[in-house]
């Protein structure tokens, strides 16, 4: 079995935790981003509300424009105005239970 070449301009390869986008009008970049800092931040914090804050902070000084709300938890309801091209729904594993975050921009 071989393994793959990675070369010095190939992005380090993450292993991210199961994870599934509902909806999305972002970029999938924006998307990828999303994913990846939630789920580097639920290695950091041990709460929701941290989590929460810091895709909310890293989203709001990378993509301006308007503030980013985040809704993060396994059950809620919500009601939101969000700019177009400036919301994602996705589902993330964590502790043997799926979270789903919710991330929106407010129109500036």
Not at 24 to 53: G, P, Y
Not at 77 to 105: A, E, N, R, Y
Request: aromatic share 6%; hydrophobic share 35%.
């Amino acid at each position: 079995m071989s393994n793959p070449i990675e070369t010095e301009d190939a992005p380090p390869i993450i292993q991210l935790r199961p994870h599934k986008i509902l909806s999305s009008d972002l970029t999938s970049e924006q998307d990828r981003q999303a994913v990846e800092i939630v789920d580097a931040a639920l290695t950091q914090f041990t709460n929701d509300k941290d989590v929460a804050a810091n895709l909310k902070e890293q989203f709001e000084s990378k993509y301006s424009g308007g503030s980013w709300q985040v809704i993060l938890g396994s059950s809620y309801g919500c009601s939101l105005t969000h700019k177009t091209k400036g919301v994602l729904q996705f589902q993330i594993t964590h502790k043997s239970s799926i979270m789903t975050v919710l991330l929106s921009q407010s129109p500036a």
